[in-house]
DNA sequence: ATTAGTGGGTTCTATTTTGGAACCAACTAG
DNA sequence: CTAGTTGGTTCCAAAATAGAACCCACTAAT
C-alpha cells in the first residue's frame, strides 16, 4: 500500500485503498450524522434538518451523494404534491458495523461532558453490549495483530 | 434521541450523542487516511505528506487535532536537531474496529473500478477475514435488530 | 567554508465548502 | 384568498482547503 502518486480528493472513489473509497462517500463532517438519523428511523428531509441543525443547502447536497452512492433511496411516499422520503439500502444498512463501532470507540475515547449520553443495549434484555470484531469464518477477535492488509493487483 | 437545539459543528465534542463526539475527531476527510497510516507505520510528517498527497498545513493540523484527542502521541526520537514523530496511543488503536468496518464496508459497497483492491487478511493463515460484530458479553452477533440506542440520562 | 539536503513545520494567496437566511413551487386546510 | 407544509434552490458572507514558497536548525558532501 505505497503509492506512487499523492491522492487527490476528487479521485478518492477510485482509489485502490477501500479506506479512501469509503471516505469517498462518507468522509465528511455531516454524512455519518445524516445516516444516524436513518437509523433512528428519520426520513424526511425537514426533519433531518432540523434535527441536525445542518442547513438545508448542505443536507440536499449530502441526500443527493448518499442516493448516488446507492446508501440511500428516494421513495415518492405522497402524489398531489408529490413528496419524496429517504431509506436505507441494503447497503446503506450494511454500515451499522462502521457506526455501532463508531459509539463505541467515542464512548469511552471522548466522553461526554455530563453523564448524560447514548449507549447501546440489547433489544431483549436491555443490557448493555459489548461490541467485538471477530472473523466469522474461524470466530477469533480480529485486531491489530491477527489481520494484516494485503494489496491484490489487477489488470 | 431528540434534541431540541439543533448542533453546532464547533459544539459536537460535548455533544450526548457519541456519533457527534466521535466525528468530533475523525469526521473530516483526512482524518481517518492519517489513522489508517500510523497503523500501517508510518510515523514521519514527510512521509505521511507524500504519501496522502495532503498540503502541510492540513496535515500539520491533523496532527495536532489527534494529539489533543489522545489519538496520537508525539514523541522525540532524535535531539540536535530536535525531530518528532506520531505514533497511536491505545486510543488510538482502539480505533481499529472502525477503521476494519469501514474497509469492510467499502470493499462491497464501493467497488474499485480495477479489480487492484486491498483487503484483510489473517496474519498467521494469509487467507481472508470477514469481520463481524458479536456481543463479547453473548457471543450474539450484533444487527440494527438485536441492538438499540438509550440514552442515560445524567446530571 | 560553502553548498545541498532533511525534517517539521509556518505563511501567503486562490479556490472550494459551509453557514445563514430568504425565497419558491405545488399543493391543502380553514 | 390566506396561511401552512414539504422539499428543495438561490444568494452572499465566512471558514476550510489547496498549492506553493519560505524558514530554521541541523548534517553530510565538496
Chains 1, 2 share one sequence.
Not at 421513495?75 to 463505541?104: C, D, F
Not at 467485538?132 to 491489530?144: E, K, Q, R, W
Amino acid at each position: 500500500m505505497v503509492y506512487d502518486e499523492p491522492m487527490k480528493w476528487n479521485e478518492l472513489g477510485t482509489d485502490p485503498c477501500p479506506v479512501a473509497r469509503g471516505l469517498s462517500v462518507i468522509g465528511d463532517r455531516w454524512t455519518m450524522l445524516v445516516v444516524r438519523e436513518c437509523f433512528f428511523g428519520i426520513r424526511r428531509f425537514d426533519q433531518m434538518q432540523e434535527r441536525l441543525g445542518i442547513t438545508r443547502h448542505v443536507l440536499a447536497d449530502r441526500l443527493r451523494t448518499l442516493e448516488d452512492a446507492g446508501v440511500l433511496r428516494r421513495e415518492v411516499y405522497q402524489e398531489r404534491p408529490v413528496r419524496y422520503e429517504y431509506r436505507l439500502t441494503e447497503r446503506g444498512k450494511a454500515l451499522h458495523p462502521v457506526l455501532v463501532s463508531l459509539i463505541t470507540w467515542a464512548n469511552d475515547a471522548v466522553p461526554p461532558p455530563e453523564q448524560s449520553s447514548v449507549t447501546l443495549v440489547s433489544r431483549s434484555t436491555g443490557t448493555p453490549v459489548d461490541p467485538v470484531l471477530i472473523d466469522a469464518n474461524t470466530g477469533t477477535p480480529i485486531t491489530p495483530h491477527t489481520i494484516t492488509a494485503q494489496r491484490n493487483e489487477g489488470a
